[in-house]
């Protein structure tokens, strides 16, 4: 059985950074399609971009192209999301999820969710 | 990028009822990679149908999909009271995005 812990809420200044880590375990990491999705307060969800840590290489959104970084440690079988130069709007919680294959397959494992609050 | 469109927004129903949610693309899903998610109040997404119709591991049979291209609907038969969510639509096909979400409230 797939799970997906997440680290823990953070509260940031605007024009700062955060990074989000999901640890996964039960199953083989490396192999694996890890995906980060968020949803503001009230809203729908977002995907922000994915990685293959076999492959190494990471896809990105459009939209948060040249702020999100996602990388992914294998020896540690974690992965990690880092947003940079926040603003309120990032304020929502922030989830990985797992892919059911490399490409053409939808998320059946999502961690916990992380909430990053963006203030001053 | 593709843009799915959710309807209705709400849907106010009672246990019992037969739950009808849409899902429109603006072009088609390849190979229908479509799929569902319920969610509910500060709970991570439950993937509920894949590939449009196929149900996830564990989800009842009250549960269909159907739809190909470009339409694409959820049906919840004889709605059980842990029914009541928020459901999303996803596709998969060509990059990834979501529908703005359906809630399924009890009337």
């Known amino acids: 059985q797939v799970q997906l812990v997440q680290s823990g809420a953070e509260v940031k200044k605007p024009g700062s950074s955060v990074k989000v880590s999901c640890k996964a375990s039960?199953?083989?990491?490396?192999?694996?399609?890890i995906s980060w999705v968020r949803q503001a307060p009230g809203q729908g969800l977002e995907w922000m971009g994915g990685?293959?840590?076999?492959?190494?290489?990471?896809n990105y959104a459009q939209k948060f192209q040249g702020r999100v970084t996602i990388t992914a440690d294998e020896s540690t079988s974690t992965a990690y999301m880092e947003l940079s130069s926040l603003r309120s709007e990032d304020t929502a919680v922030y989830y990985c999820a797992k892919r059911g294959g490399y490409n053409s397959a939808p998320f059946d494992y999502w961690g916990q969710g992380t909430l990053v609050t963006v203030s001053s | 990028e593709i843009v799915l469109t959710q309807s209705p927004a709400t849907l106010s129903l009672s246990p019992g009822e037969r739950a009808t949610l849409s899902c429109g693309a603006s072009?088609?899903?390849?190979?229908?990679?479509l799929a569902w998610y319920q969610q509910k109040p500060g709970l991570a997404p439950r993937l509920v149908i894949y590939d449009a119709s196929s149900r996830a591991t564990g989800i009842p049979d009250r549960f269909s999909g159907s739809g190909s291209g470009t339409d694409f609907t959820l049906t919840i038969n004889r709605l059980e009271p842990e029914d009541f969510a928020v459901y999303y639509c996803?596709?998969?096909?060509?990059?990834?995005?979501f529908g703005g979400g359906t809630k399924v409230e009890i009337k």
């Open positions: 990685i293959i840590p076999i492959f190494g290489t990471a």
């Open positions: 996803q596709q998969y096909g060509s990059s990834l995005t």
């Open positions: 039960g199953g083989t990491f490396s192999s694996y399609a």
């Open positions: 072009q088609s899903v390849s190979s229908n990679y």
